[in-house]
């Protein structure tokens, strides 16, 4: 690790996001007690667990929305260490349902993104321009470009709040629940699109899922989160079995083998009985 | 994997690679329309500031203030300024006005044909109305748009925030404790003091109640808050009245204004808070469209939402408690102009904030013009004539706010 960097300069290290024993506390409530979670440079690594795990706290420490002490350290320097505006350039994040605000076209939208390298008080440069439509072009998005970000479909806008976070130009991608107000055909869309984003320009994806099947499908590595605590983190196959899903999700699951990763099949609570699922078996009518 | 992380800072005007930090450098920068049809383009490598626009929509332009539209606002204050000036008990010819104000310019010497003593009325009676009409109304619209981007609700207006009623009462206290203080020939400088104090305190007493509520909170519950605020103080300020009835008369008279009476030293005690206000709020046009965005991703793109929002509250209720010390209390305003603007000519804070400005003022010069003529020799108070045609204004942003701010 090279922390002793002068802030400013973010080295080139191997480790993207480095948290050692992070403590968040929020009203008093504990919500992170000891956290440790590290992410390596181009790696995709989702970070699951139940309601109220810390799965969002987690990550908006990372991305600098919350004090974290000395625990988190971005590319080798601590984030405490970075200017607000220098920090913008390294990490950019996609909340779970960002504002939409009214009468803003698409441009504008994704243009704030550029804030970082807008002096303050100043004003977009023709650099700044030219980015955002190469973002654009590269989402698909150049013909949304003057509608009103209001008038998109649940799906369109998702790719816009993911332009607006390239423009950015960060390398790391913080994601919480990039999905969860997409039905099942776009969410396949938006994460391959961020998966083929990952791999073309090497970017490190951090994200939050509710459909552990899908983030074990996409994510390099997985963590659990239970109560404030990594209960379990590694490959998808070690993460998602029964009996950790059972014990942290207190949820009555089968785990079958799927082609990217295991699938999470909740069965309902009673039919413990029934005959053992597998992969072909999943839409069999019992008979 | 080459990961290459962004860039540390770069010095201002250096040029910029659009290219995201952190693409890895494979090959040549493709350019031109064989890399878009490239799945995935690798379009990132063209050079931002020459590449030419393709593809449709590629006309969009970035929100900003159009030429027209500066223009038109323009000529909108001068407008307010001549017929402000040529209106009244004894009507002016416009043209006339418009060279005698032209000869106010050093150096322009024209004949207007007035006679000396419509000269006078033009440059000592009629002008520093006129033009403290605009500065009025520029500050109240100014305020009103500010107000509405920092708690991003399109209710937001100095008066229903309650700034108004902490003046009021401040203003009252103040005199109150200070019997002696001059307030009609020229103000004290406790006065508008007072008034700031009193409008900031107010402010930060709804957005505190209103922020009560939680993050869910609705548009309405910070105008509920303001109305609470507003009760309380007016409760207080009556109290302090009627324990102290000697001091009615000369509070009553600031808090409907001095638009009647203005003089050129009124002008110059309003123009130093009009300079700080406009260039402070101005300066943050681009920060209140990052602030749309909500407060989270603010930050995350390298922003201090509350500070400015705090430098910005102080701001706009310092242009408030100028505006009231300087004209008494002048509802809706804040609320008319920059809703007009949005509908007309965008809703980027970049074109409202500027915009409200020069009509605001227009407005309010326009207004006072109805004000003195409309039921001459009498003059209605203008802030009669703002709630008037505010009113029914407001209820019309009330039926589509939710439209206008989802």
């Known amino acids: 690790m090279t922390g002793r960097e002068p802030a400013g300069a973010v080295s080139p290290t ?58 988190v350290t971005l590319f080798g320097t ?62 698909d998005l150049d013909a949304f470009r003057s509608r009103e970000l209001a008038t998109l479909s649940g799906g369109e806008r998702q790719r816009v709040f993911l332009a607006r976070a390239l423009a950015q130009g960060a390398t790391l991608l913080l994601l919480d629940e990039p999905t969860s107000a997409l039905d ?23 994200a939050t899922m509710h459909d552990l099947s899908i983030a074990g499908e996409y994510a390099d590595r997985l963590v659990l989160l239970d109560a404030g605590r990594v209960v379990a983190a590694g490959p998808p196959d070690e993460v998602l079995t029964e009996e950790l899903l059972a014990r942290h999700y207190r949820a ?32 069999r009518a019992p008979c | 994997m080459t990961v290459r992380p962004t860039e540390p800072d770069r010095p201002a005007g250096a040029s910029r690679t659009p290219r995201p930090a952190g693409v890895p450098v494979t090959g040549p920068p493709a350019a031109g329309p064989g890399a878009a049809a490239q799945p995935g383009g690798a379009t990132a490598g063209s050079g931002g500031a020459e590449r030419p626009p393709a593809g449709p929509g590629a006309t969009a332009r970035p929100a900003g203030l159009r030429l027209r539209w500066l223009v038109a606002g323009i000529a909108a204050v001068l407008v307010a300024l001549v017929a402000g000036v040529s209106l009244g008990p004894v009507s002016l010819p416009a ?16 004949d207007s044909g007035l006679s000396a003593s419509e000269i006078a009325i033009v440059t000592e009676l009629r002008l520093p109305r006129a033009v403290l009409g605009l500065l009025v109304g520029a500050l109240l619209a100014l305020a009103g748009g500010a107000y509405q981007g920092v708690f991003r ?60 509520g939680g993050r869910d909170r609705s548009p309405a519950t910070l105008i509920l808050a303001g109305v609470a605020v507003s009760a309380f103080l007016a409760a207080g300020q009556t109290y302090l009245l009627q324990r102290h009835a000697d001091t009615i008369q000369p509070v009553y008279s600031w808090l409907l204004g001095r638009l ?36 989270d991703e603010a930050t995350s793109l390298g922003l201090h939402p509350q500070r400015s929002r705090y430098l910005l509250i102080a701001a706009a209720s310092l242009g408030t408690a ?10 809706f305003v804040g609320i008319i102009v920059p809703h007009t603007v949005r509908m007309l000519a965008g809703s980027s804070y970049r074109v409202v904030l500027p915009l409200s400005m020069l009509f605001g003022g227009a407005f309010l010069a326009l207004t006072d013009v109805v004000a003195r003529t409309a039921a001459a020799p009498q003059e209605i108070p203008i802030g009669v004539v703002t709630a008037l045609l505010g009113g029914p204004f407001f209820v019309l942003i009330l039926r589509t706010a939710r439209r206008v701010f989802p």
């Not at chain 1, 009214?102 to 321009?129: F, K, N, Q, W």
């Not at chain 1, 079958?256 to 990763?261: D, K, M």
């Not at chain 2, 043209?95 to 024209?110: D, I, K, Q, T």
């Open chain 1, 14 to 71: 191997a480790v993207a996001v480095e948290v050692r024993d992070l403590h968040v506390t929020l009203d008093r409530v504990p919500i992170l007690t000891g956290v440790d979670l590290t992410v390596a440079a181009g790696e995709w690594v989702t970070v699951i667990g139940p309601n109220g795990a810390g799965k969002s706290t987690l990550l908006r420490a990372v991305g600098g929305l919350l004090p974290a002490g000395p625990a």
């Open chain 1, 78 to 139: 601590p984030i405490r260490a970075l200017k607000p505006r220098q920090r913008a350039r390294v990490v950019a994040t996609v909340a779970q349902s960002p504002a939409v605000p009214a009468g803003m076209s698409v441009l504008d939208y994704v243009l704030l993104g550029r804030t970082p390298y807008i002096a303050p008080l100043g004003r977009e440069s023709a650099a700044d321009l030219g980015a955002v439509h190469d973002v654009l072009a590269r989402l």
């Open chain 1, 184 to 206: 099942i055909g776009h969410q396949q869309e938006v994460l391959e699109l961020v998966d083929q984003l990952r791999r073309e320009h090497g970017l490190t994806v951090l």
């Open chain 1, 252 to 283: 009555n699951v089968r785990v079958v083998p799927g082609e990217h990763g295991p699938l999470v099949v909740p069965v309902r609570r009673g039919w413990k009985q029934g005959p053992p699922l597998n992969a072909s078996g999943i839409g």
């Open chain 2, 95 to 110: 043209g006339s006005v418009a060279v005698e104000l032209l000869n106010l310019f050093p150096g322009v010497h024209l």
């Open chain 2, 153 to 212: 609700n399109p209710l937001a207006d100095p008066y229903l925030l309650g700034v108004a009623a902490g003046a009021g009462l401040a203003v009252t206290v103040a005199i109150v404790l200070g019997a002696n203080v001059e307030v009609f020939t020229g103000m004290s400088l406790t006065v508008p003091l007072a008034a700031f104090v009193g409008s900031l305190g107010a402010v930060l007493m709804t957005y505190l109640l209103g922020a009560a």
């Open chain 2, 260 to 295: 009647a009476t203005a003089g050129w030293e009124d002008v110059r005690l309003v123009l130093p808070y009009f300079a700080v206000t406009a260039v402070v709020v101005l300066l943050h046009r681009r920060e209140l469209d990052v602030l749309s965005l909500g407060d």
């Open chain 2, 322 to 331: 100028a505006a009231v010390s300087a004209s008494g209390l002048i509802g």
